[in-house]
């Protein structure tokens, strides 16, 4: 069974930081891409962030310069680094990750998320 563990919200004020753990365990494995998605209040779910396996990653607009995504293929973990925090990105965020499951080889990649943490932004 492939679990996600996600690690680090919580509450800031505007301009602040938070770095957010989003560590893979049980049967996954051959990670493609790991990301990061939000969901806020009244909104719809947005795709934060994105790292594939050779290392490319990608922003939605309004994070790039401000949040950095990475990843430790060794601990299967992706990390994301969240600085100069806005009260629009209060969300919950949630870990997905692009893999194979050791238990079912033969269904090839499936798409896996993470319960999902709390991060708001106030003063």
């Not at 996600?4 to 891409?33: D, K, M, Y």
């Not at 962030?49 to 973990?77: E, L, M, P």
């Not at 870990?95 to 106030?122: F, H, K």
């Amino acid at each position: 069974q492939v679990q996600l563990v996600e690690s680090g919200g919580g509450s800031v004020q505007p301009g602040g930081s938070l770095r957010l753990a989003c560590a893979v365990t049980g049967s996954a494995f051959n990670i493609n891409a790991m990301a990061w998605y939000r969901l806020a209040p009244g909104k719809r779910r947005e795709l934060v962030a994105i790292i594939i396996s050779g290392g490319t990653t990608n922003y939605v607009d309004s994070v790039k310069g401000r949040f950095t995504v990475s990843r430790d293929n060794v601990k299967n973990t992706v990390y994301l680094q969240m600085n100069n925090l806005k009260p629009e990105d209060t969300a919950v965020y949630y870990c997905n990750i692009e893999a194979m499951d050791r238990l079912r080889p033969a269904s090839g990649y499936n798409n896996y998320w993470g319960q999902g943490t709390q991060v708001t932004v106030s003063i």
